[in-house]
T-cell receptor, first 113, second 113 residues
Framework: SAVISQKPSRDICQRGTSLTIQCQVD?????MFWYRQQPGQSLTLIAT?????????ESGFVIDKFPISRPNLTFSTLTVSNMSPEDSSIYLC??????????FGPGTRLTVL | GENVEQHPSTLSVQEGDSAVIKCTYS??????FPWYKQELGKRPQLIID?????GEKKDQRIAVTLNKTAKHFSLHITETQPEDSAVYFC????????????FGPGTSLSVIP
């Protein structure tokens, strides 16, 4: 079965800086998705990334804050820009395996000081 | 947009007993309903899913039922074991590779030995 990896696994960042999270799949997937998960909470969809087109953002998330790239069918990046402590969370990417069956990366635990 | 509700938020059962988690959804066009298990500090893992062309699906000790008319679906775990302890998320989607998956708030299941 397909495997997703994420880098970094965790990071501690200063307020006002940016962090880019990488998501690599070992096989081609049609869509990739980025989620945020606060401790003890559910998964909140940030955006959907399709190769060759601009990402589609959910309500409350904007491209200037969370720019996303999807250069090919196995890779995507999410940047968290101009970070504040409220951005501290776990960020997860997922890929679509077959008709919406999503499998997840291990997550990136971000702490903003 | 789609809204998924889930009950109960926490559930404790004795080892060997059954556990039932119930979800409702709002989008009548949804036709794919996955269930994810997330152990502490781990990524969500797909454990079972059901599409709207069937009313029930079973895989060993877990089963899912779907009532499209009432827009609700349930997860049933029989003969629970301590390793079933985790957070379980239901989700709903329109079911193609391009559709987003919306997650419920989660149920924390504790199986007491």
């Amino acid at each position: 079965s397909a495997v997703i990896s994420q880098k970094p696994s965790r990071d501690i960042c200063q307020r006002g800086t940016s962090l880019t999270i990488q998501c690599q799949v070992d096989s081609q997937v049609t869509m990739m998705f980025w989620y945020r998960q606060q401790p003890g909470q559910s998964l909140t969809l940030i955006a959907t990334a399709n190769q060759g087109s601009e990402a589609t953002y959910e309500s409350g998330f904007v491209i200037d804050k969370f720019p996303i790239s999807r250069p090919n069918l196995t890779f995507s990046t999410l940047t968290v820009s101009n970070m504040s402590p409220e951005d501290s969370s776990i960020y997860l990417c997922s890929g679509d395996r077959f008709y919406n069956e999503q499998f997840f990366g291990p997550g990136t635990r971000l702490t903003v000081l | 947009g789609e809204n998924v509700e889930q009950h109960p938020s926490t559930l404790s059962v004795q080892e060997g007993d059954s556990a039932v988690i119930k979800c409702t959804y709002s989008d009548s066009a949804s036709n794919y309903f996955p269930w994810y298990k997330q152990e502490l500090g781990k990524r969500p893992q797909l454990i079972i899913d059901i599409r709207s062309n069937v009313g029930e699906k079973k895989d060993q000790r877990i089963a899912v039922t779907l009532n499209k008319t009432a827009k609700h679906f349930s997860l049933h775990i029989t003969e629970t074991q301590p390793e079933d302890s985790a957070v379980y998320f239901c989700a709903a989607s329109r079911g193609t590779s391009y559709d987003k998956v919306i997650f419920g708030p989660g149920t924390s299941l504790s199986v007491i030995p």
